[in-house]
């Protein structure tokens, strides 16, 4: 027998391949070249192997390359060539675990087209049904307590399927062949509505009777696809009002859900790109400029964006067939605390938050907040990576398996595996054991399903963070690793950056190797070393880290700084009515002054003069309200000073608070006046740049910090700087607030155990 042209390949594809169809679509491919053999998931990959004519085999294995699932994320496919085995058929074989393999796990992923067109069609068994899905869409990450990615090793488990979902799961032809979550009304998990004390309320149709509720302004809790959320009548101002006075949040803007994207463009303008990113499978919160005061202003205050996202469970989509449009939606949560996730956690801890909560048997595994991306210099910048983000994998040569614990605020961890690095969601505030214990549970959990030992913890500087707890509790070598030096290597490895960089770090506060507060950094660095070249002249926080609620006190310094005693006669309206004197002499004698070079301190020192006169309730709230308020025109800026000292360029602002003050008392508009300061701190960025370009001739230039979160300065010192000839490197996929340092941490570490650095 002529065998010549027939020919044999065992193919393994890497990369997100499970959970994403991937077997199905290799199936029904083998089957339509006529291809004999198998395909198999394992926790090491996907294995192929196939034999037919070479021209089939060949054609099979393009389609793979060039067109695979949608879904998935091929990393890497390898091709061997076997001899002959005579397969009879093509099947698929049943998954195996393997220690010591990488695999990757799919985020969640939002409800697709077709399972919509399921649960909207009479005719199809899953009308209505709040929990449809298919390979295409459904929970993954949130579901999945071990791998292989299969029913058993999810909290699908204890869901017996019936014989109708067992025959879609058995069809490879089917859109629901291997679709771990499946399930429909006669076999899967249900809904149920309880009152705050937790009996059950009995409705015909629970869904209209939400949707009722709802609009009566009545608060409910609704456990969705990887936590609860707090919902309300997004128009029903009364209902708003008590819901921020139970969650005592005054004014951190609450995100809200909206019916579909007509609806949004009716309150938010909304790009191209935006649209496609709240559209898009990942379906998260989306920054979106508002358009007009369709909406209640105490939705998002002081503020000129509107968090919007579209509904993404099949759950969402039934309550908003039943006739809402817009409804606030927000992360359920006691303030402070992580994400609440279990029915019984609900009903304890949201009794006097929540009048109702409508509630359902699915177990959530794994908790994961909404995500929040924003539009700015035309790209998705992820400024909370979550649902449908999270986990996220970074290819890059790591030579150890690492821990690293990330900050203390808006913390994330990030662990690695031969060339893998996993980093995970947004988790939270570490401020309190229930935190620590959230943080806790995920590392573990990453440590287990990627089969990970980390042999090095990497940690922030700073004494007090969570971290320096958690390193007492591990037998293992810790790294410390500076908090801004984390913040521009994570921008870096996202970039693929590897030479020197100027490295602009501005944000709230990090702990600096001088035992002081750092936030307005440059740097020299690469992956291992950073020199600190240059940074925002210190003042002093009287009173320490209370200026970061109290942000009076920063703008006390900042004056106190430029006029000594004589700052009484030119206080600002909003500090007149402030008890000052204690203050200056606190700053006279430098007693209990911890001194910092923040940008954020700057800010907010800036929003205080300009009328601010609250405290601060969220992270950035002053520095918002500075933004919000800022004149779109203005191009002008104030004066500023560089001195070289100690081989280090020091910005001073004096001359701009002088001159900004000036501003005031001859009764410049305060838009004005907030624009002008912000073209002051793109000015001197670009100018330090400049100086330090003289010095080292170095051209890259990578901005991070949680302050970039800041439009005008984000695009102003971008803009600028590539002007000026400088590349310019900024973050996209990974937060450039305090989320995104856990991977700046594990590349660090990485690098000074590879170098053998005297750090190490
Ligand atoms: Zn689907
Ligand atoms: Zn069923
Ligand atoms: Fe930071």
Sequence with gaps: MKIENKNRKYITVKGIVQGVGFRPYVYRLAVQNNLKGWVKNTSGGLYIDVEGKEVNVENFLAEIKNNPPKLSKVAEIYVEDRELANYEKFEIKKSNGAEGRVTLISPDIGICEDCINDIKNIENRR???????????????????????????????????????????????????????????????????????????????????????????????????????????????????????????????????IKDIYTVKKYCNAINIEEKILGSERKPIVLLNKKNDLLLHNIAPNNNKLGVMLPYTPLHQLIFDEGVDVLVMTSANQSGMPIIYKNDDAVESLKNVADYMLIHNRDIYIPVDDSVSMVVLGEERVLRNSRGYAPI?????????????????????????????????????????????????????????????????????????????????????????????AHIVSCMVENKVEDKVIGIAYDGSGYGTDRKIWGGEFFICNYSTSERVGHLNYLGMPGGEIVIKEPWRMAVSYLYKVYGDELDNILPESLRVKEISNLKSMLRHSMNIID??????????????????????????????????????????????????????????????????GDINVNVKKEIIARKFHNTLIDFSVHMCELIYDKKHIKKVVLSGGVFQNQILLTGIYEKLISKGFEVYTHKLIPCNDSGISLGQLVIANEIIHKNSPLW
């Design 127 to 257: 009308y209505k049904y709040p929990f449809t899905n298919c390979t295409n869409c459904g929970p993954r990450y949130t579901i999945i307590k071990g791998l292989p990615y299969d029913r058993y090793a999810t909290s699908m488990s204890e869901f017996v399927m019936c014989s109708e979902c067992g025959n879609e799961y058995e069809n490879p032809l089917d859109r629901r062949f291997h679709a771990q979550p499946t399930a429909c009304h006669i076999c899967g998990p249900k809904i149920e509505l309880v009152d705050s004390r937790g009996n059950k309320v009995l409705r015909e149709d629970i869904i209209k009777e939400v949707v009722r509720l709802l609009k009566k302004g009545v608060i409910i809790a609704i456990k969705g696809l990887s936590g609860f959320h707090l919902a309300c009548d997004a128009k029903c101002e009364k209902a708003v009002e008590k819901l921020r006075d139970r969650k005592n949040r005054p004014t951190k803007p609450l995100a809200v859900m």
């Design 393 to 485: 994998n970074i290819n890059h040569h790591m030579s150890n398996e690492i821990l690293a614990c990330g900050s203390h605020m808006k913390n994330s961890i990030a662990l690695s595996k031969a060339d893998n690095i996993f980093v995970s969601q947004y988790i939270g505030d570490v401020e309190n054991i229930e935190t620590y214990d959230r943080v806790s549970k995920i590392i573990e959990h990453f440590k287990s399903i990627y089969y990970i030992k980390p042999e090095v913890i990497a940690v922030d500087m700073h004494p007090n963070y969570w971290s320096s707890e958690y390193i007492k509790e591990q037998n293992i070598r810790h790294i410390e690793v500076q908090h801004h030096h």
């Design 596 to 661: 910092t070079s923040s940008v954020g301190r700057l800010f907010d020192a800036i929003a205080v003069i300009l009328g601010f006169t609250g405290e601060v309730t969220y992270e950035g709230e002053a520095a918002i309200f500075l933004e919000y308020i800022c004149d779109q025109n203005e191009t002008s800026s104030y004066d500023y000073n560089i001195q070289l000292i100690d081989d280090e360029y020091i910005i001073n602002t004096d001359n701009m608070v002088k001159e900004l003050m």
